[in-house]
T-cell receptor, first 115, second 113 residues
Framework: EPEVTQTPSHQVTQMGQEVILRCVPI?????FYWYRQILGQKVEFLVS????????KSEIFDDQFSVERPDGSNFTLKIRSTKLEDSAMYFC?????????????FGPGTRLTVT | DAKTTQPPSMDCAEGRAANLPCNHS???????VYWYRQIHSQGPQYIIH???NNETNEMASLIITEDRKSSTLILPHATLRDTAVYYC??????????????FGTGTQLKVEL
């Protein structure tokens, strides 16, 4: 069964450094998402991406964040200058379409630790 | 999107049916009810969704009340591997490029021997 993959599984970085989290969505999917989950808290929506542009973003997704689909398979989340509060699990998701019946499939997540 | 209310935790004996309730009293006519689950910090996993009719798939059944103000997810024969946080999410199927999921705190289901 096709699945969303994410690399790395765990990333440790120092405050102020840039990080890039990588995702390979399911191949025929057209809609891509990033969510995050701070330890012990809810899963929070960050951004959705379709047709090579952001379709929606949350208040969390400020100028420090960016997303890109650099080629036909990868979908990346960049945090320009990490803060301690960026420490979280980051989940990538994808869906074939946005309508019911075409659900979002989530990857296993990248645990980001900012020290 | 409509707000949902779920009990914070439930226990279930292995092999028995697990019935997880969800209240969504402010749901509007074009909003669907979705259920996802998250097993121990893994990525959320889609289970089932419905609009107004009851639905069943290989994982679960979804019972939606006639007034659509509440629903119940049923795992017919719960196993230890069903121990997870279960999220009831109400959302509109919009057009225009994507459809975010808004997660609440969910119900922690613990399946025990």
């Amino acid at each position: 069964e096709p699945e969303v993959t994410q690399t790395p599984s765990h990333q440790v970085t120092q405050m102020g450094q840039e990080v890039i989290l990588r995702c390979v969505p399911i191949s025929n999917h057209l809609y891509f998402y990033w969510y995050r989950q701070i330890l012990g808290q809810k899963v929070e929506f960050l951004v959705s991406f379709y047709n090579n542009e952001i379709s929606e973003k949350s208040e969390i997704f400020d100028d420090q964040f960016s997303v890109e689909r650099p080629d036909g398979s990868n979908f990346t989340l960049k945090i320009r200058s990490t803060k301690l509060e960026d420490s979280a699990m980051y989940f990538c998701a994808s869906s074939e379409r946005e309508t019911p019946g075409y659900e979002q499939y989530f990857g296993p997540g990248t645990r980001l630790t900012v020290t | 999107d409509a707000k949902t209310t779920q009990p914070p935790s439930m226990d279930c004996a292995e092999g028995r049916a697990a019935n997880l309730p969800c209240n969504h009293s402010t749901i509007s006519g074009n909003e669907y009810v979705y259920w996802y689950r998250q097993i121990h910090s893994q990525g959320p996993q889609y289970i089932i969704h419905g609009l107004k009719n009851n639905e069943t798939n290989e994982m679960a059944s979804l019972i939606i009340t006639e007034d659509r103000k509440s629903s119940t997810l049923i795992l017919p024969h719960a196993t230890l591997r069903d121990t997870a946080v279960y999220y009831c999410i109400v959302r509109v199927a919009l057009g225009g490029g994507g459809n975010k999921l808004t997660f609440g705190t969910g119900t922690q289901l613990k399946v025990e021997l």
